[in-house]
């Protein structure tokens, strides 16, 4: 396990992180796999800071935690926080990565290097055997690519996704304090819907997002056997 701070903000990278990222980018050559784990680590990071810097302007001691195929931001102190703030936090990581994916993609606008175009460039450089320009081609596709598309993907209305905590949150403010398990049955229907309809529309092609779902899905339905009873208080240690 890889451990250091940034600033205030302890940080934990467990060895899972690096094997998940390795394996998603088995696909790539040699330089293509480096240039995906920098991009997946460099996301990833930004990410969990969304929430973390977003968490310490209200006052919290956010730690992160970078672990197989995510990561996580958590605090002993933020039982006290209404609901509103939760929303915000939790918004914090999707949009920093959305912000940082449109900036990739500007970056690219501004050296000429149209985004529909990305490709071709990317073949132009393997084909010369340029190493430095395929490395910053790859980087810059792998950052909007994982960026843009995770980051929509993390705001679906499913548990434990920023969406799905967004939706609690917000049933929460709504209900008093109550509402998670509604969010629950949404998270549930909602991921069995949307794994049902890849599956059916586009195969086992895309299976690890058929699996996710399928995960997403089982994991809100068991929740809804432990949280009958949604007075009971929210833990102390916490996490988006």
């Known amino acids: ?132 320009a395929l490395a910053i081609l790859l980087f810059a596709s792998d950052m909007i690519w994982i960026n843009v598309v995770w980051s929509l993907f993390n705001l679906l209305p499913i548990l434990p996704l920023d969406g799905g905590n967004v939706m609690a949150h917000t049933f929460a403010a709504l209900t008093k304090g109550g509402g998670r398990r509604a969010a629950h049955i949404i998270s549930a229907v909602v991921a069995a819907a949307i794994g049902t309809g890849v599956l059916v529309k586009l195969g086992t092609g895309y299976i690890l997002i058929i699996v996710y779902m399928g995960l997403f899905s089982f994991q809100n339905l068991r929740a809804l056997q432990s949280d009958s009873d949604e007075t009971r208080p929210p833990p102390a240690r916490q996490r988006w």
């Open 1 to 132: 396990m890889l451990s250091f701070a940034l600033g205030s903000i302890p940080i934990r990278i467990h060895i899972s992180f690096w094997f998940t990222a390795a394996l998603l980018g088995m696909n790539s050559d040699p330089v293509g796999l480096v240039v995906w784990i920098l991009a997946v680590l460099i996301s990833v990071l930004l990410h969990e800071l969304g929430h973390a810097l977003t968490g310490k302007v209200f006052g919290l001691a956010p730690s992160i935690e970078l672990y197989a195929f995510g990561g996580a931001t958590s605090w002993q102190n933020g039982n006290h926080l209404p609901s509103w703030k939760r929303v915000l936090i939790s918004l914090a990581g999707p949009l920093t990565g959305i912000a940082l994916g449109l900036l990739t993609f500007v970056v690219l606008w501004q050296a000429g290097i149209p985004f529909n175009e990305l490709r071709e460039w990317i073949q132009e450089a393997q084909a010369r055997k340029s190493m430095k």
